[in-house]
């Protein structure tokens, strides 16, 4: 066989592999947990931490004053330095639509050592916890909930040491209404899903932990046996850090998509998309030139190859490069079209994800470069160079 042949051939089998062996990642099916109502619903405290949240808040802020929580509730929200007016919004937003009790903190600018967003959470949570609630629900300040989703959560973690949750995270569903947001939101889920199969998170003992930090709903206890926030202090990807310190300290997580949990911040342009993406991606790989040299490799061989040989193979009439790649594509196709179906978009289109997987890779060696040029993860004015998980006592 020709090198060609031999690299479709390859992509073809990893693309088996990936259908087969990675946690059925491609499935869309994992959603909350159904059980029955408890008998007392436990108190709930919901922590929002927001920077410069002003135009997101009137839309996220009144669809948890709204909450329709049969137990006690009340929402801390933690105004991070924000120069737009957010926490007088916030205040006069909860005036306006009543519901659960609202307190707006400001702690000032995070310590040495701390990420912005870790730095509110620290002071919600240290807030939250003077109430002694059961639970801590941890939301951005983009994300918009139906009157039911604090219900619904609280009823999916179940009974503590009873085959129940000590986190229960969903997937908010993204905006997707540009043509960009259509091209690259369900990518961003769907590889996501791939690095951390949700199905694989959420089987009992297993080792691979995740979390999506837009909604995060946490047993106070375990919060405080896996030290949250304080031993993930440093970490720019704090969702699944967070996972990972409460599953290391004997934590059950569970992870899915949202069905009745929705983000509100628009991605209209490429430029938008590509700056939430390469804000951290390099973090993902841990700041290491070897797996960012993997990556891109990788991203190649399953991603472009499949189209490249088929290609190739018609050019040069080479037949098993041909089938090999237009296999392998099909395979790839396939397996991306239950989240285009979630996110109600056309199948059509699937055929274009190595074109999608292009711009990700694009965008996690743009990532790697504003690292070494000392950009690091920016968002909303902050720049962390070196972002780390905090080192263990």
């Not at 375990?222 to 290391?248: F, G, M, N, Y």
């Not at 996690?364 to 690292?371: E, F, K, L, N, R």
Request: proline fraction near 7%; charge should be positive; aromatic fraction near 10%.
């Amino acid at each position: 066989m020709s090198a060609v042949a031999w690299i479709a051939v390859g992509s073809l089998v990893v693309w088996v592999w990936l259908l087969l062996g990675q946690g059925f990642f491609w499935r869309t099916d994992q959603r909350l947990p159904r059980r029955a109502d408890p008998m007392r619903w436990p108190s709930v405290a919901v922590v929002v931490p927001a920077r410069d949240e002003a135009e997101m808040l009137p839309v996220s802020l009144p669809s948890l004053l709204a909450q329709d929580y049969p137990g006690d509730a009340e929402i801390f929200l933690v105004d991070d330095c924000s120069e737009d007016g957010t926490g007088g919004l916030a205040r006069a937003l909860s005036v306006k639509h009543g519901g659960l009790p609202l307190t707006v903190v400001s702690p000032g600018e995070p310590e040495s050592g701390w990420t912005g967003k870790l730095w509110a959470l620290r002071h919600g949570i240290a807030l939250a916890r003077q109430r002694k609630p059961e639970f801590l629900l941890l939301t951005d300040a983009d994300i918009a909930h139906e009157p039911d989703s604090l219900r619904e959560l609280v009823s999916a973690a179940g009974e503590e040491g009873a085959g129940g949750f000590d986190l229960v995270s969903q997937m908010a569903r993204l905006r997707v209404t540009s043509a960009w947001e259509r091209l690259v939101v369900p990518a961003f889920v769907y590889f996501f899903g791939q690095l951390y199969p949700f199905r694989r998170v959420n089987r009992a003992g297993t080792r691979t932990a995740a979390a999506a930090g837009g909604c995060v709903l946490l047993r106070t206890g375990a919060a405080e046996r896996a030290r949250i926030p304080e031993s993930i202090r440093q970490a720019v990807i704090d969702d699944v850090s967070l996972a990972r310190a409460v599953q290391r300290s004997g934590g059950r997580i569970w992870l899915g998509l949202a069905e009745r949990v929705d983000s509100a911040r628009p991605y209209p342009r490429l430029a938008d998309l590509w700056q939430m993406v390469s804000r951290s991606a390099y973090a993902q790989l841990r700041h290491s030139p070897l797996l960012l040299a993997g990556t891109v490799l990788g991203l190649g061989l399953v991603y472009v190859a499949p189209p490249a040989t088929l290609a190739a193979g018609l050019l040069a009439g080479d037949a098993v490069a041909g089938w090999a790649g237009a296999a392998a594509w099909a395979v790839m196709a396939g397996t991306y079209m239950p989240m285009l179906g979630y996110y109600r978009q056309s199948l059509w289109l699937a055929p274009l994800l190595p074109f999608t997987a292009v711009l990700y890779l694009l965008m996690t060696v743009d990532s790697a470069v504003q690292h070494y040029r000392g950009r690091g993860a920016a968002w909303k004015g902050r720049t962390y160079a070196r972002p780390e998980a905090a080192p263990e006592p």
